[in-house]
């Protein structure tokens, strides 16, 4: 489940326990239950309070924490050992369907971001340079978003992709290794020849960082 849905579903819950509360006592004199109804309804309330407030800090304990890692902001950085499983999606040059198979044989650097995320607009420049630098080496950087195709034409007239730019219709289009990387984004991972994910990179990255991931499999 994503921190957002987590944090707006504590909202409702909150928003909804103190009207309950003050429907029973905002026009009550004594501030207090006067007959077995009201003190149910007041528990009920109160415990709709209390389950929200422990989603809210078990919504915090899993926000990620973020450190510094030589001069970028990262949240996370694992090596894996993971087969990709494969993906249809669509080119937002011309709207043609592809799939992640069809660059087997290459080092693919799968970057999933979107429009409105600001350290993804950052990495934009990184990933481009990186892309031009280490095409000729068999890299190829898939740029894929879930968001609407003309929306990613009109972003991309402004701030232009080198890489290969994607979408797909949403998060549950992807395979499981790869869906949360819709959830805090930038997120990316490091695909081999052979077609296996050797690294998962959550947070935004900068071109010595990429380089250095995709170095060891090109």
Same mark, same amino acid.
């Given at each position: =489940?994503?921190? &957002?849905?987590?944090?707006?579903?504590?909202?409702?819950?909150?928003? #909804?326990?103190?009207?309950?509360?003050?429907?029973?006592?905002?026009?009550?004199?004594?501030?207090?239950?006067?007959?077995?109804?009201?003190?149910?309804?007041? +528990?009920? +309330?109160?415990?709709?309070?209390?389950?929200?407030?422990?989603? @809210?800090?078990?919504?915090?304990? =899993?926000?990620?924490?973020?450190?510094?890692?030589?001069?970028?902001? #990262?949240?996370?950085?694992? =090596?894996?050992?993971?087969?990709?499983?494969?993906?249809?999606?669509?080119?937002?040059?011309?709207? +043609?369907? &592809? !799939?992640?198979?069809?660059?087997?044989?290459?080092?693919?650097?799968?970057?999933?971001?979107? !429009?409105? %995320?600001?350290? %993804?607009?950052?990495?934009?420049?990184?990933?481009?340079?990186?892309?031009?630098?280490?095409?000729?080496?068999?890299?190829?950087? @898939?740029? $894929?978003?879930?968001?609407?195709?003309?929306? @990613?034409?009109?972003?991309?007239?402004? &701030?232009?992709?080198?890489?290969?730019?994607?979408?797909?219709?949403?998060?549950?289009?992807?395979?499981? @290794?790869?869906?949360?990387?819709? &959830?805090?984004?930038? !997120? +990316?991972?490091? $695909?081999?020849?052979?077609? !296996?994910?050797?690294?998962?990179?959550?947070?935004?990255?900068?071109?010595?960082?990429?380089?250095?991931? $995709?170095?060891?499999?090109?």
């Amino acid at each position: =489940m994503s921190l &957002t849905l987590i944090y707006s579903a504590a909202l409702v819950m909150i928003v #909804a326990g103190a009207g309950f509360l003050y429907m029973l006592f905002g026009r009550n004199p004594k501030r207090r239950p006067q007959n077995a109804i009201e003190w149910l309804g007041a +528990s009920m +309330s109160v415990l709709l309070v209390g389950c929200a407030a422990l989603l @809210l800090v078990l919504a915090m304990r =899993m926000q990620p924490r973020e450190e510094n890692i030589e001069g970028r902001t #990262a949240i996370e950085d694992a =090596m894996l050992n993971e087969p990709a499983q494969d993906f249809g999606f669509r080119l937002i040059a011309d709207n +043609s369907e &592809t !799939t992640l198979n069809t660059y087997r044989g290459k080092v693919v650097l799968l970057n999933l971001w979107a !429009t409105w %995320c600001g350290p %993804c607009l950052m990495e934009i420049p990184e990933l481009n340079r990186l892309q031009a630098d280490f095409e000729d080496r068999g890299l190829v950087i @898939l740029s $894929i978003s879930d968001e609407d195709s003309d929306l @990613l034409r009109n972003f991309e007239k402004s &701030t232009p992709l080198r890489t290969v730019g994607g979408y797909v219709p949403g998060e549950n289009a992807l395979p499981k @290794l790869f869906r949360g990387g819709f &959830t805090v984004r930038p !997120t +990316s991972y490091i $695909i081999d020849r052979e077609g !296996t994910v050797r690294r998962y990179m959550l947070g935004a990255g900068n071109y010595g960082l990429f380089k250095e991931a $995709i170095l060891p499999y090109l």
